[in-house]
Structures are given as C-alpha cells and as structure tokens.
C-alpha cells in the first residue's frame, strides 16, 4: 500500500511537471508568430552610407560595410578571375603564353606538352598537364570546366618550370618584400584530389630581373585598383629565358613568410595596421 501511494504521488509530481513544460512551449512558440511592424529607422547606416540606396547597393554587391577590407573588393573581384593576365599583357607586362578558351569554343592546344587549367580556381585543383598524345584527354578536361560555366586557359608546360620550379615574389604596399621557390607537383592528366596540391618551398633571393617584372605586374595593378595592401607575384622563365608572370594573388595569398628575412612579419604588420586614409584598403 506505502509503494502505491509513493508511486501515485510521484506520478503527480511527473503530470504538474509536464503540465508546466506545455505551458512554457506554448508561450515560446507563441512568440514566434508575435506581429512585428516597422515604426521607424533610428540607426546610422554603416559605413558612410548616405541613404537607403547606398544600403541596398551595399547588399546586392555583398560588400563588408562595417570592417576595413583588404585588399578592396574591387582588387578582390578582379583577381578572382585568371582572365586579369590579359589586361596585364595590354599594360605590357610579360606573361605566360596563355589562350582563353571560353564556353562554348573550341580548345586548339600547343605543339609539345601543355597545363589545361580553370580561369577561377585555388591551389591547382581542376588543373593538370598532358602530353601531346593525349589531346583527347585535354579536350574532355576543358569540356568538363566548360559544363561548369568556367573559362579555361591551355599554356605551354614550361620546360623551366620542372627545372626550376615558380618564384613567389611577395609586395608589401607595393614595395618588393622577399621571394620564394616552389614546386608543385601538378598531375598528369589527373586531378588534384586535395585541398592544394603538394608543394615543395625552399628559400631565394630574388634577382634584379625578377624584381623588375614583378614590380611592373604589381604596378600595372596599381594603375587599375589602386596599390595593393599585399601582393604575390608567381614568376616561371618562358623557353627563351625570360621571366614571365604566371599569376598574381592578391585575395589570400600565401605569403611565405617562413622563408622570408625575420623582419618582414614586421612589414606585413604595418602595412595591415597602416590607417585607411592612407588609401589602402576600403571601408565601403
């Protein structure tokens, strides 16, 4: 009879306690269909904006109102897109011999091997070599980028670049910092199955001749956006020995600093804390 009526009163205690939990769902789930109307616009618009049409371009355009962006937005979609190595070789910087084949075009592809690679693309994924033999391969790779809505770019393998690998060349504020040596290890009509493909580094010091073609790229840059905050220029030597411009990253480069002097994490700091009156960076 006790363990009967322990076991009623706790079944009391258990239906009060379910009693009150409904209660306190309902209530929270009243609070989601509460009206809510607009009264009025009491804040300040970030950013500088002037008006509600500022604040609607602002969110169309998916720019950051509230923090400093750097590099710009504008630097930033510039560089997205690798199709930019066509507007440096019009400001006549040298680049690498490259052929933008677009959707719906036909690739043609160059005499001896060749790097089949997307326009938009990060850490050589989408990207591989072939040799002339396997133009059939190739022409399956630029059809599977081109079902992406992607522009590609065919290149001539340079022979330097086995021997020799790419040199980074890293710009702060536009002045040359320090360079690198890399090698990647870009497949044979296959695909990089990982985040990056696998890269070797080591350290360089960068020649007159390097400096100079750099520095023009990250000038031609400057006379479009504005100077960069941060630069990498890639460099590979063409078959004919001269330097060339494989690629400029200017959105989120790495910056190799571990091979570079110990005062340059000192020059990327200032230039990042450097005020944006100075005109480097954006606040949109």
């Known amino acids: 009879m006790a363990n009967e009526e322990t076991l009623r009163d706790y079944l009391k205690l258990v239906t009060a306690d379910l009693h009150?939990?409904?209660?306190?769902?309902?209530?929270?789930e009243a609070k989601n269909h509460d009206p809510i109307a607009i009264v009025g616009i009491g804040c300040r618009y970030p950013g500088g904006v002037q008006s509600p049409e500022d604040l609607w371009r602002i969110v169309s355009e998916g720019v950051d109102a509230v923090s400093e962006l750097v590099n710009p937005a504008a630097t930033v979609r510039w560089n997205l897109d690798k199709q930019y190595l066509a507007a440096l070789a019009e400001d006549g910087?040298?680049?690498t011999p490259t052929v933008f084949v677009r959707p719906g075009e036909a690739a043609e592809f160059p005499d001896g091997t060749f790097v089949v690679k997307p326009a938009v693309g990060a850490g050589s994924r989408d990207a591989a070599w072939y040799r002339p033999d396997a133009r059939d391969s190739a022409t399956e790779h630029v059809a599977r980028l081109h079902a992406a809505d992607q522009t590609v770019l065919v290149q001539p393998m340079l022979a330097s670049v086995a021997q020799d690998g790419e040199w980074p060349m890293v710009f702060f504020d536009g002045t040359f910092s320090h360079a690198a040596c890399k090698?990647?290890?870009l497949p044979q009509a296959?695909?990089?199955?990982?985040?990056?493909?696998?890269?070797?580094?080591?350290?360089?010091?960068?020649?007159?001749?390097?400096?100079?073609?750099?520095?023009?790229?990250?000038?031609?840059v400057s006379r479009r956006l504005g100077t960069p905050t941060y630069a990498r220029v890639d460099l590979v030597r063409d078959d004919d020995g001269r330097y060339c411009v494989l690629e400029v990253e200017l959105i989120e480069p790495s910056l190799f600093l571990p091979f570079a002097d110990a005062a340059a994490a000192d020059r990327l700091a200032e230039v990042?804390?450097?005020?944006?009156?100075?005109?480097?960076g954006s606040r949109s």
């Open 20 to 28: 009150q939990t409904r209660l306190r769902l309902q209530e929270a």
């Open 93 to 95: 910087v040298p680049i």
């Open 183 to 185: 090698r990647v290890d």
């Open 190 to 220: 296959g695909a990089v199955e990982t985040l990056f493909a696998a890269e070797t580094n080591t350290r360089h010091v960068a020649t007159a001749d390097q400096i100079a073609v750099a520095t023009a790229a990250v000038e031609a």
């Open 272 to 280: 990042l804390v450097r005020s944006p009156d100075a005109g480097h």
